[in-house]
């Protein structure tokens, strides 16, 4: 069975791409198998359908180079942080063994992130535990499974990440993997009610953050993560040592 080296989970499609589609990329070039899971089939966006929704996040993967990419069906918009949810989400995360899980914010601007964020760190770590039994597809119990680290991305709201990644190598493939969500943002030629993300002015946030968190560290473009737990290094060799 297929293990992976990075899982990330969003809430809805798309939530991935803005979040920490550089990292991703960048992860399966250097040859890291890396998945995505999305709770919800986002069928309460104003804009497009689940199909058209299935068919963008299809695309997105494809530029995402990922190894997987699920939906776990929950019902978006009124999902809960319970058993029955967070057992579907140890499954999956016992299936792929991912080493890290990053997932939604603990609060956001949409209340699905906020509680899709609790969701993940709370089955990251029940993940772990014997006791609590879950099954594979052919109804054999699966073994525990804890990832190393669970980290967030940032979302809408602005929050001080813990550590920034240079994502500039793969700008370009980043931002083909948000726009292959051609319904949901803006396009010149679109039709269709205008909505919070199909302003001009939302794509523009998008690089703007990446280039407020690039500054920081004296790189054209990079991404934020929050973690609870300490973030170890093996060597200081990981530290990008541009002048800022
Ligand atoms: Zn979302």
Redesign the pocket.
Known sequence: MLKLDILAI???P??VELGCSGVLIAAARSGKKTGVLDLTEGELGTRGTVETRYQEAAEAARVMGLSIRENLQLRDGFFANDEASKLKLIAVLRRYRPDIVIGNIMEDR?P??GRAGSLIYDACFLAGLRQVKTQDGEGKEQEAWRPRYVLQYLQDRFQEPDFVVDVSDVWEQRMESIKAYKTQFHDPNGAGPQTYISSPQFMEAVIARARLLGKRIGVPFAEGFLSKKTVGLHSLDALVLNET
């Open positions: 969003g809430a809805h798309d939530d949409h699905d992130h």
